[in-house]
C-alpha cells in the first residue's frame, strides 16, 4: 500500500511499481483514478483495478483497458437488495443506477416455475434469462429450455418488473 500523490508519475518508478503485476487506484478523484490505472498498465503493470462512483465512466475506463472498476455504491446497495428481495433469489447486481437488476436465483421443487418451459413463462417484459447452471454445466437456455429443481439461473431484468419475479420464483 502506498500513500502518495498518484499524479506524480515519479511515484511509480521511486516505488518499482512496474515489478507489480497489479495495481488498485482508490482516491477519492475517480478520474484521477482512471488516470493512473491507466498510466500504471503503460509502464507495464498487467492489471489495473479503480475506484469509480459514475457509473457513466465504467464503459470509458473498460475502453482504455482497465481492468475491473468497483463502485462503492453499489458494494452498498447490492447486499441490502439481497436481503429485501423475496423469493429463492440468492443475489442481486442492481446497474444503469438501478434501471436493471441481475439476479441470481436457485429453483427449489416448490418455484411456481420448476419444470416449465422458458418460453411458456409469462414473465414480466422485460426479462431475460442469461444462462442455467445445472450441476457443472452452464447454458444458456432457449425457449423450449425447461427449469429444473435445482437449477441456478441469473435473469436480467428492469427495477418495475421485480415483484412480479419476486412472486414467480417464491414457492407455490
Known amino acids: 500500500m502506498i500513500n502518495a500523490d498518484i499524479s ?3 511515484i511509480f518508478l521511486e516505488e518499482n511499481l512496474t515489478d507489480y503485476d497489479l495495481i488498485i487506484t482508490t482516491t477519492k478523484n475517480q478520474e484521477l483514478n482512471i488516470l493512473a490505472s ?8 498487467k492489471k489495473a483495478i479503480s475506484i469509480i462512483n459514475n457509473t457513466n465512466y465504467f464503459n470509458i475506463a473498460a475502453k482504455l483497458g482497465i481492468d475491473m472498476v468497483v463502485s462503492p455504491k453499489n458494494s452498498i446497495i447490492n ?7 423475496k423469493g429463492n433469489i ?9 434501471e436493471i437488476e441481475i439476479m441470481e436465483l436457485t429453483i427449489n421443487k416448490n418455484t411456481k416455475i420448476n419444470g416449465k ?4 413463462i409469462n414473465w414480466h417484459s422485460p426479462t431475460l434469462i442469461l444462462f442455467v447452471t445445472r450441476g457443472n454445466e452452464n447454458i444458456i437456455p432457449d425457449g423450449d429450455f425447461a427449469l429444473q429443481e435445482d437449477d ?3 435473469i436480467m431484468t428492469k427495477e418495475d418488473s421485480i415483484r412480479k419475479i419476486e412472486k414467480m420464483v417464491s414457492e407455490k
Request: hydrophobic share 45%.
Open 79 to 85: 447486499p441490502i437488495l439481497e436481503f429485501i428481495r
Open 152 to 154: 441456478n439461473i441469473i
Open 38 to 45: 491507466v498510466f500504471a498498465k503503460k509502464i507495464g503493470i
Open 117 to 120: 418451459k422458458v418460453k411458456d
Open 90 to 98: 440468492k443475489s442481486v447486481y442492481s446497474i444503469s443506477d438501478g
Open 8 to 10: 506524480d508519475e515519479f
